[in-house]
């Protein structure tokens, strides 16, 4: 399985963590990750503040580099502000001929083209779940994270907005309570909690605008986890990682809270479960220290009352769940889980 | 407070609303608004909006262009999707937020200038470089708007420089004149119309 | 194209000025003049135009005519066949023209209401009255097609619109079978607590109605039974109907209820207590069934599962279980059919950010109906999902999955009032504090906004804003453990968090999940959204495009209760007076198969969209059947051997129209030379 692979800025230094454990997953699931010849900056969310022609062309580059190479039409991006840049801008300019024109004029002066459509712009999570699959990553599983509450955090663009050339898939899991990583986690062997706040806002750049404000929205978030005695917050985006990690502390300092919720990468934990070496993931280069929540892998941590919900017999009874995660059910019970 | 003179056409010069539908991409469904307020509901950085996004769309129709690029609402947009992804008349709020972003700096009018200025500071580095370079662009910040509270997130500097996270030079592409080719034939078609 | 030659005919023209609707754009003297000069050789013998043909002197002009001037054939030029076909025909068959020897081209929908070159107008006018002309000539005196109405009506849904209908027709003394699907009649009103704006208990208005439909000489009550095929047309349809098995022995059952009694295995009931309360596998959905008789749930019942237990059938005193009871088929021939099959509930599960099926204390509006209601699960208690616990605040979110693009983008009409209903309840029950999150306040029925009023009168909290978010993740320590509701109050412009209890949301109403299926059964149309299309949404909400079948009720679209048994004593009104003609005349414009040229291949059959076009499988030819063929003319224009002609719209004749639309030279460069 052969991708293209967009790292985005932040993976080279802040998020090299990020980086580092993806490759080394890849490895064993055969998943090969071709780096754009030359890649520049998506523009995040700030070049289209100024700019909007040049900012679809600013992405369109690399659409094109990525095209360069006519085996290869599918492009993995690992950040969910690239992943959406790189979707929205590939679908504007499919579903307008002005627009395309426009930006393939501007690409031309570089040298360049790309035709819509021919790049296909998937989350890195969404390879992981759906071209992996959840039956090979259970096979390789040698050490489960048993004992480990995790809470699952999606962050927003990688959800929202749903968007895709393709009417069938306008988005690769739900906008509002996605579930594929939360099955992921399970797979891993983890417990997951059911994290209300897990496709909000971390805010993005708000803390260069207004850190109260910013201060606020994280509060929000690891209050939201600590609430539901999570050990640690999982996510998939650079961005989240460096707002619940890095501002964890004056977040602390404002409120006079004292959390430490640490905030890995799901692909620094998939190698644990593979039995990976942690320092090779980059698990350490996290501000709040992960490792005094993951010396519990493997010990059985007792779950405090308040977490478990018993049914009780007077009670009213609830609606079934929509059913929406059928083929994972189904591979738990194929897999003994 | 006096009452608002409310003129579409404005001896044929373009109302604001129709510059606000125009210079945003696609169908952006602005006119559908119902005022229903999922989009200020939902909106994480909502409350510390001078005027929620619902507000700022009644002002758009309402043509008090002033007010709205002035009003903080657009730089407080995290951009999470939350209102496009629930409105139940299918705008593209987000991309409109966009939009009066670009109007505001294009024409110089907003109040708090953090925000732009941050904005265009990012850019700078994106358009000399070809990527974004954090170091660079907290340092011109803080410098610019943030100085007092440098001494708040000095632990969170050093945790980052202590970790190995923090790149203390610009990576430059290889293909940047190229990429500078780009974006000014961009910028010059976008002018052109 | 060569034709026989035909007797010349004797052809009146008449242009209508529709006042300045037409002769605004159109030369109406210029037409006329054209008319009766050129088309004379055509057979035209006067040519006339006049300000509104429709009016009683216009018609009388036509009539006058016609026996002056022998006329043989009419052409009108004027409005749209769809509005004064019928008064023009009407005026030739006074005068003893045949009607359908009369013609009307439309020179104002397809000319002066959709150009602005007038010139271009005229021209075009004459055109199409030309065509009228050319066509005319080959129209055939028709005669209306007879066809005799069978006494007995079906009435399909046994809610409160379909018991209506039922009434009214056994009232006149007609024979009605009403089948219903579910174990007894009485449908959603039978779940609600109270109705509004009246909050008249809705069982006690409602039963009264079924136990006479139930015990009405004239109605046959076919319960847990659904219709499985429709063959035939108006005044003659055969209906297959399927009885499914009770397990019971209606002639033996007394209704006692030792058998749900003794019964031990308990199911969730999800359709009359809306999943909130239980049911056995042996039941009754509720005590005032109609009819009384108890059904077994096979897919739950630990004998026909495991093939243990037979408990009921141990204690029923009469010996009334029959676990050996198979499904009957019942065919029964009607001469109208009424479908009030009505609507299902918006599954608010859908929309995730409201938290229904997460969030323990999020209900849907009919689950807080089984909870207000005194027979219901909690004996009227309004208490949250623990059974117990009264709650102090409550919340309702009204348009959940209406009026919203990405669900339902209609207005389900009644949760506005339903919601104000619900904050009513909730007040006088519980005296919690009541906050109604709304986009608008849809008041429009008698006695409605007075309702209003008074909610406004109890003290509850008006909140206009569509709701964001409904969440357990509490910010502060008085959001802990509790729900709160999200939303942006737009009249004060600030977005607030509502820690309340308990939320309920008043979710839409959509068509049945089978609706498009049943639709095509009965072949009738279905709008994209699943409701039944109405003949005129102005002025005919009861009858279909398809002769003989009906609508009542929320399957025509989402309404209250008094609209519902209107539209149904509407319904049944039409087919009462049906019967009383005891004929009916169809339009003659139909198709009809050459045998002798069709060569068996069969598209047209399942092109039919009235289902009319049968085959002979011994003669391998199709023929249609003259009473459901609507004229469509989509036969006529598939048959690969061209071995159907639509009477009314034959080849010929539109040929022949063709040739008389040509005849005007309309092109741009004829238009410079003539101006």
């Given at each position: 399985m052969k991708y293209n692979y967009f790292p985005g800025c932040s993976l080279e230094k802040n998020a090299a963590a990020y980086d580092v454990s993806t490759k080394a997953i890849a490895d064993p699931f055969g998943l090969e990750l071709v780096e754009i010849e030359d890649w520049n900056c998506c523009g995040a969310t700030e070049y289209i503040s100024l700019n909007l022609l040049a900012s679809y062309a600013l992405v369109a580059r690399n659409l094109a580099q990525a095209s360069k190479n006519k085996d290869l039409t599918q492009t993995i991006a690992p950040c969910s502000a690239c992943y959406l840049n790189l979707r929205k801008t590939d679908k504007y300019m499919y579903e307008s001929s002005d627009l395309n024109q426009k930006v393939n004029t501007a690409l031309a002066a570089g040298g360049l083209s790309y035709k819509p459509g021919t790049q296909k712009v998937r989350h890195l999570l969404d390879v992981v779940v759906n071209d992996i699959g959840f039956e090979k990553i259970a096979e390789k599983v040698t050490k489960p994270l048993t004992g480990l509450r995790i809470a699952p955090y999606y962050g927003c663009m990688i959800v929202r907005p749903e968007l895709s050339i393709s009417k069938d898939s306008l988005s690769f899991d739900d906008p509002e309570h996605p579930t594929t990583l939360d099955e992921l986690l399970k797979v891993l062997g983890a417990e997951v909690v059911d994290y209300p706040l897990k496709a909000n806002c971390c805010g993005g750049h708000m803390t260069q605008i207004n850190d109260v404000t910013a201060f606020e929205l994280l509060h929000r978030l690891i209050k939201g986890a600590a609430d539901y005695q999570a050990d640690l917050i999982v996510t998939l985006c650079p961005m989240c990682q460096f707002n619940l990690d890095a501002f964890q502390g004056p977040m602390n300092r404002h409120f006079g809270t004292k959390f430490s919720m640490p905030v890995l990468y799901f692909t620094q934990m998939i190698g644990l479960a593979l039995g990976m070496d942690a320092k090779k993931l980059g698990i350490g280069d996290e501000l709040i220290d992960a490792r005094p929540v993951l010396a519990k892998i493997g010990v059985q941590v007792p779950i405090p009352e308040s977490a478990k919900k018993r049914p009780d017999k007077e009670a009213l009874p609830m609606p079934s769940p929509?059913?929406?995660?059928?083929?994972?059910?189904?591979?738990?019970?194929?897999?003994?889980q | 407070m006096t009452t608002i003179q409310y003129t579409q056409k404005n001896n044929g010069k373009k109302s604001f609303l129709?510059?606000?539908?125009?210079?945003?991409?696609?169908?952006?469904?602005?006119?559908?608004?119902i005022q229903c307020g999922t989009c200020g509901g939902s909106c994480p950085s909502g409350a510390d909006m001078d005027h929620t996004p619902r507000a700022i769309f009644q002002m758009i129709f309402a043509g008090m262009k002033d007010i709205v690029l002035k009003s903080n609402t657009p730089w407080y947009c995290v951009s999470c999707y939350y209102c496009t992804s629930r409105c139940p008349q299918e705008i593209h709020i987000t991309d409109?937020?966009?939009?009066?972003?670009?109007?505001?700096?294009?024409?110089?009018?907003?109040?708090?200038?953090?925000?732009?200025?941050?904005?265009?500071?990012?850019?700078?580095?994106v358009e000399n470089y070809g990527r974004s370079f954090e170091l660079g662009l907290m340092s011109i910040h803080i410098l610019k708007h943030t100085r007092l509270k440098v001494f708040k997130i000095t632990e969170m500097g050093m945790g980052m420089v202590t970790k190995?996270?923090?790149?203390f030079t610009p990576n430059k592409i290889k293909g940047l004149t190229d990429l500078k080719a780009i974006l000014a034939k961009a910028k010059e078609l976008e002018v052109a119309g | 194209m060569k034709t026989e030659k035909i007797p010349q005919q004797r052809i009146g023209v008449y242009v209508c000025h529709c006042g300045s609707n037409i002769a605004g754009m159109v030369d109406v003297d210029d037409v006329s003049q054209w008319a009766g000069k050129e088309l004379a050789q055509d057979g035209v013998v006067i040519s006339r135009d006049y300000k509104f043909m429709c009016s009683s002197l216009g018609q009388e002009l036509i009539e006058k005519d016609i026996k002056e001037h022998e006329l043989t054939r009419v052409v009108v030029g004027a409005c749209s066949p769809h509005l004064h076909e019928a008064t023009f025909r009407t005026a030739c068959a006074r005068a003893d023209l045949n009607p359908y020897l009369c013609e009307l081209?439309?020179?104002?929908?397809?000319?002066?209401?959709v150009h602005t070159d007038k010139q271009a107008a005229t021209e075009k006018s004459k055109a199409i009255i030309a065509g009228g002309v050319r066509r005319v000539v080959h129209h055939e005196p028709l005669e209306p097609l007879h066809v005799p109405i069978h006494p007995a009506s079906l009435v399909v849904g046994g809610g409160i619109a379909g018991i209506q209908a039922a009434l009214e027709i056994a009232n006149a003394g007609?024979?009605?079978?009403?089948?219903?699907?579910?174990?007894?009649?009485?449908?959603?009103?039978?779940?609600?607590?109270?109705?509004?704006?009246?909050?008249?208990?809705?069982a006690c208005i409602l039963t009264p109605r079924m136990v006479e439909a139930g015990n009405h000489p004239n109605i046959t009550l076919l319960t847990y039974s659904e219709v499985e095929k429709v063959d035939g047309y108006v005044g003659n349809f055969v209906v297959s109907i399927r009885k499914r098995a009770r397990s019971v022995k209606e002639d033996l059952c007394t209704g006692c209820g030792v058998c749900w009694e003794k019964c031990p295995k308990k199911v969730i009931d999800d359709v009359f207590e809306a999943g909130l309360g239980y049911r056995k596998a042996v039941y009754t959905p509720f005590p005032q069934a109609v009819p009384k008789y108890p059904v077994i749930d096979r897919e739950n019942c630990t004998y026909y599962q495991k093939g243990t237990c037979k408990a009921c059938e141990k204690f029923c005193p009469t010996g009334a279980i029959d676990f050996a009871q198979e499904d009957q088929m019942i065919t029964v021939e009607v001469g109208n059919i009424i479908l009030a099959t009505g609507w299902q509930l918006f599954d608010p599960r859908r929309i995730h950010n409201y938290g229904y099926g997460r969030l323990a204390n999020v209900f849907s509006s009919l689950e807080f109906e089984r909870l207000s209601n005194a027979a219901g699960p909690t004996s009227g208690n309004v208490v949250l999902r623990d059974g117990k616990t009264v709650p102090k605040s409550v919340a309702i979110v009204h348009c959940v999955g209406s009026r919203d693009k990405k669900y339902n983008s209609y207005c389900s009409s009644i949760c506005c009032m339903q919601s104000l209903k619900f904050a009513h309840l909730v007040e006088e029950k519980t005296g919690a504090t009541v906050y109604n999150c709304y986009i608008d306040i849809r008041t429009p029925g008698k006695g409605y906004d007075e309702f209003y009023q008074r909610l406004l009168e109890e003290?509850?909290?008006?909140?206009?804003?569509?709701?964001?978010?409904?969440?357990?993740?509490?910010?502060?320590?008085?959001?802990?453990?509790?729900?709160?509701?999200?939303?942006?109050?737009t009249l004060i412009g600030k977005q607030r968090r509502l820690p309340v209890d308990m939320v309920i949301l008043s979710a839409g109403l959509e068509p049945q999940p089978d609706a498009k299926e049943v639709a095509k059964k009965f072949g009738i149309s279905c709008s994209a959204d699943g409701w039944y299309i109405e003949r005129h949404p102005k002025l005919d909400p009861v009858a279909t495009m398809t002769e003989g079948i009906y609508l009542a009720g929320c399957v025509q679209g989402p309404k209250d209760i008094p609209a519902s048994v209107a539209q149904g004593a509407a319904a049944a009104a039409r087919v009462i007076g049906k019967i009383q003609q005891k004929e009916i005349a169809l339009?003659?414009?139909r198709a009809t198969i050459n045998e002798d040229q069709c060569s068996g291949c069969r598209i047209c059959n399942d092109l039919c969209p009235f289902n009319a076009i049968l085959f002979h499988e011994d003669r391998m030819v199709s023929e249609v059947n003259p009473a459901l063929c609507q004229g469509c003319g989509t036969c006529v224009a598939a048959c690969p051997a061209g071995a159907i002609s639509g009477t009314g719209f034959s080849n010929e004749q539109i040929l022949s129209q063709v040739e008389g639309l040509l005849m005007v030279n309309l092109s741009k460069e004829a238009a410079i030379s003539q101006g």
């Open positions: 929509l059913k929406n995660s059928e083929n994972i059910s189904k591979i738990k019970e194929e897999i003994g | 129709e510059e606000v539908i125009e210079l945003t991409p696609g169908k952006s469904n602005l006119e559908m608004c409109l937020m966009y939009t009066i972003k670009r109007i505001a700096v294009k024409e110089n009018v907003y109040d708090d200038t953090t925000a732009p200025d941050f904005s265009k500071t990012f850019i700078n580095w190995g996270r923090m790149s | 081209v439309s020179i104002r929908e397809q000319v002066s209401w007609y024979p009605v079978y009403l089948v219903e699907r579910e174990p007894t009649i009485g449908g959603h009103m039978a779940q609600f607590d109270k109705t509004f704006p009246t909050l008249d208990c809705s003290g509850t909290h008006f909140i206009r804003g569509k709701v964001a978010e409904i969440t357990d993740a509490g910010r502060t320590t008085d959001e802990e453990g509790k729900i709160i509701v999200q939303v942006e109050d339009e003659p414009v």
